[in-house]
T-cell receptor, first 114, second 109 residues
Framework: DTAVSQTPKYLVTQMGNDKSIKCEQN?????MYWYKQDSKKFLKIMFS???????INETVPNRFSPKSPDKAHLNLHINSLELGDSAVYFC?????????????FGPGTRLTVL | GQNIDQPTEMTATEGAIVQINCTYQ??????LFWYQQHAGEAPTFLSY??LDGLEEKGRFSSFLSRSKGYSYLLLKELQMKDSASYLC??????????WGAGTKLIIKP
């Protein structure tokens, strides 16, 4: 059984396009996250949602818009893609916000902007 | 500001022992995680320390000293499959995870 799943696994697109990445968790967790991992392998938090509500919104361009239709899903939509957006995007989930819970990561989406 | 420091890269020999250090300065402390990340894969949980001392789990152990802002991950009887990046992450006072840049561990035969 897949705990945290993301689609697509690979995404290659042109500059200026709009794309979405989907994430789903079947762990019954309340909190979900989006991370960006660049070529230097630094894992940077982008957004955190708790029960469909935005909790953390780090300094991310407003071209990035998360959407959580329910607590099992957190999708990431990116408008007007730029070369610097090329990275691996990880979705993650944890049981409860406000306590040091282990985060479970999806397999990642490798985005390449040409 | 908040800061997590780890060595960028380490090399060790199969069968040996390696210690990966992590020092941190964060606003508050609610525990420290170690994650393992193989190339092209997602990070996976290894350990969690919130009290001082050593936690042992098979070939892997993790140590914490809160007064020194210091942790290490100890890997024994190294195997080739242990070649990966090891990420240190601290839970701050807002229960946010602050991530280190990771240590790439290369195991040689």
């Amino acid at each position: 059984d897949t705990a945290v799943s993301q689609t697509p696994k690979y995404l290659v697109t042109q500059m200026g396009n709009d794309k979405s990445i989907k994430c789903e968790q079947n762990l019954g967790h309340d909190t979900m996250y989006w991370y960006k991992q660049d070529s230097k392998k630094f894992l940077k938090i982008m957004f955190s949602y708790n029960n469909k509500e935005l909790i953390i919104n780090e300094t991310v361009p407003n071209r990035f818009s998360p959407k959580s239709p329910d607590k099992a899903h957190l999708n990431l939509h990116i408008n007007s893609l730029e070369l610097g957006d090329s990275a691996v995007y990880f979705c993650a989930s944890s049981q409860v916000i406000g306590s040091p819970n282990e985060q479970f990561f999806g397999p990642g989406t490798r985005l390449t902007v040409l | 500001g908040q800061n997590i420091d780890q060595p960028t890269e380490m090399t060790a020999t199969e069968g040996a022992i390696v210690q990966i250090n992590c020092t941190y300065q964060t606003s508050g402390f609610n525990g420290l995680f170690w994650y393992q990340q193989h190339a092209g894969e997602a990070p996976t949980f290894l350990s969690y320390n919130v009290l001082d001392g050593l936690e042992e789990k098979g070939r892997f152990s993790s140590f914490l000293s809160r007064s020194k802002g210091y942790s290490y991950l100890l890997l024994k009887e190294l195997q080739m499959k242990d070649s990966a990046s090891y990420l240190c992450a601290v839970v701050d006072s807002n229960y946010q995870l602050i991530w280190g840049a990771g240590t790439k561990l290369i195991i040689k035969p």
